[in-house]
């Protein structure tokens, strides 16, 4: 991965000082939620209603306790539920040797290779992590708890790792065409008798990172299997009781627990086998939306908008009310959904900390969902009325605390794209490069929400316009893409590509690509413009607004580079299930998880 670490907690006390502390803003978001009547109610319904099902996992045999060496940066809460929705109790490292005296020990490796071994050094946990891994151990890495395993890494660097597998961790190269972030299901070749992967069956398994380790001749004892992303990586490694892998099984879904149940339970008879499956290549991805506000009850609600217009078109005006946040999403992730948006549209624009219902609705979600979510909206700089300055990097990181994967950012990032192409200086103050410089690009996504201009001839503005498919309502045979902010209220000076451009170059790893044209309409995604953005950009794209049917999906992926597809409405009011846009897609020989 390549972020920078960040502010220590309770469960990462190792960690060294940072501005950014996770203390206050706990400590100042509980008080406000405490005096919230609704956010009592809300956590109460959910807490009764969702509990862990822990209690209905078999418990290991003997000691039942899973050692976490946790770094303290990104989202570690989908270990720690993965670990316990398996039967698990969780005993965090706080001095070395409790790595040395760990019965199983888990590093979910999150943040940047040189940061990480700096404080691994300084605390002695390097020491103790080689000769507890030379004693053969169980051990499991995961993503950077794989490459910190071997000799160096050319991030910021070359930087030296643990050095227990020979070879050096390199970046991805992106002018073969290949999208780096590498983001998505990708298939694995398996190499060697791997115990921990044996109930894979040729399934998908989710990767985010822009840093890989290669196989070679020196190394081809530990490789246990290998994923292609333009070359064939490592994905993962096994000697012994000592296992490693560069995707995430936390958020692979089922497949993903199998893997962890197969390092905690290696002895036991008990298998949850998945169907075999055809995974062969990155798979592209399918996104369940759910765009969750309060209505005028207070209740927190799944809505849907017709052009960005969330209101009844009835006396009473009321908000379109289409289901509670932490049902559809796990209805979603039993359907197959790829990933769970969640995208704040109240906004919460005075107090984003304020928002603790959907900070509950991330921490309730991801005990029992396990693949990649993201959330966004109000995520910026502000100032409370008693003057306290909150920066973006700390609302972004109680996001992240809670459950979180991936940040959006949408209005913040249109400003900051403006003065980057103003100026043509990054200041690294922003929202996209402050949260990018320290959990990594993969870790943000930037919102773009266009809408068209038409135009007669494509040299009357200075933004770059398109010839369009079909031609505009007065003949017009060509359009710009006016980007706009505050939920598509207002226009600015500057074009989708213009901004897709300059946020790829200000640190996003993803770009969540709507139309407010399109959007709640059924007739299909905006083909020109996801082509238009597609092209022009080297990081992943999702293609959003205007599905109404399976064929929409298969035609946005056919005609475009689009890496995944999202929909909302749609699948909140059933239309079009989940599951067969997935079962469509497939037989169009479309590669997709099922």
């Not at 991030?155 to 790792?161: I, S």
């Not at 096994?238 to 199998?258: I, T, W």
Request: proline share 4%; glycine share 10%.
């Amino acid at each position: 991965m390549e972020a920078a670490p960040f502010a220590s907690s309770s469960s990462a006390p190792f960690l060294p000082s940072y501005p950014v502390t996770a203390r206050s803003l706990t400590s100042s978001s509980s008080l406000l939620f405490r005096r919230s009547n609704f956010g009592r109610s809300y956590c109460n319904y959910y807490a009764a209603k969702f509990k862990s099902p822990r209690n209905l996992s078999i418990r290991a045999s003997g000691d039942s306790v899973v050692t976490l060496l946790d770094y303290g940066a990104g989202n570690v809460r989908s270990v720690r539920n993965a670990i316990r929705y398996l039967g698990f109790d969780i005993k965090d490292v706080q001095t070395p040797e409790d790595i040395l005296k760990a019965d199983r020990l888990i590093f979910p490796g999150v943040g940047a290779f040189a940061a990480a071994m700096d404080v691994l050094n300084k605390r002695g946990m390097a020491e103790a992590l080689c000769t507890y891994i030379e004693k053969d151990r169980p051990f499991l890495g995961i993503c950077l708890g794989l490459q910190l395993l071997f000799e160096s890494s050319e991030e910021n660097g070359p930087v030296n790792g643990l050095g227990l597998i020979p070879g050096v961790v390199g970046r991805f190269d992106s002018s073969n065409g290949y999208r780096v972030p590498h983001i998505g299901w990708n298939a694995l070749q398996i190499k060697t008798d791997s115990e921990i992967l044996d109930d894979i069956g040729n399934r998908h398994v989710y990767f985010v990172h822009s840093y890989r380790a290669m196989p070679s001749d020196a190394n081809k004892e530990w490789v246990s299997s290998t994923c292609n992303y333009g070359v064939d990586f490592i994905a993962s490694v096994r000697r012994g009781n000592v296992h490693a892998v560069q995707f995430h099984p936390e958020k692979s879904g089922d497949v993903g627990l199998s893997i962890l149940r197969r390092f905690l339970y290696p002895k036991s008879t008990i298998t949850t086998k998945p169907n075999e499956g055809k995974a062969s290549k990155l798979a592209k991805r399918v996104i369940a939306c759910l765009d969750v506000r309060t209505n005028d009850k207070g209740d927190l609600v799944v809505t849907k908008g017709d052009q960005y217009d969330v209101r009844e078109h009835t006396k009473e005006n009321e908000v379109r009310n289409l289901g509670k946040p932490v049902e559809l999403a796990g209805q979603y992730y039993k359907d197959g959904a790829d990933e769970v948006t969640f995208l704040n549209i109240t906004g919460f624009r005075d107090f984003p900390l304020g928002d603790l219902p959907m900070l509950q609705v991330l921490r309730y979600t991801s005990e029992n969902v396990f693949v990649p979510l993201t959330v966004g909206g109000g995520i910026r700089d502000f100032t409370d009325a008693n003057g306290r300055h909150y920066t973006s990097l700390e609302v972004a990181s109680e996001y992240f605390r809670s459950g979180a994967d991936k940040i959006s950012i949408g209005s913040d990032a249109v400003y900051a794209a403006e003065e980057y192409l103003r100026t043509g200086v990054k200041t690294g103050k922003s929202s996209l490069e402050q949260i990018s410089r320290v959990y990594g690009n993969q870790a943000v996504v930037v919102s773009i929400d266009p809408r068209r201009v038409y135009l007669k001839n494509p040299n009357d503005v200075e933004f770059k316009a398109v010839r369009l498919t079909k031609s505009g309502p007065n003949g017009e045979e060509y359009a710009w893409y006016q980007c706009t902010v505050n939920g598509g209220r207002e226009g600015r000076p500057i074009g989708a590509y213009e901004l897709a451009k300059a946020v790829e170059e200000l640190g996003a790893g993803e770009i969540l690509l709507n139309c407010i044209d399109c959007d709640g309409q059924g007739k299909g995604f905006d083909i020109d413009l996801i082509k238009l953005i597609s092209d022009a950009v080297s990081i992943p794209v999702i293609a959003s607004s205007g599905a109404g049917a399976t064929d929409h999906f298969s035609e946005v992926f056919m005609k475009t580079s689009a890496s995944a597809a999202l929909a909302a409405g749609i699948f909140h009011r059933k239309e079009v299930p989940l599951r067969s846009v997935k079962e469509h897609l497939s037989k169009e020989g479309i590669e997709v998880r099922i």
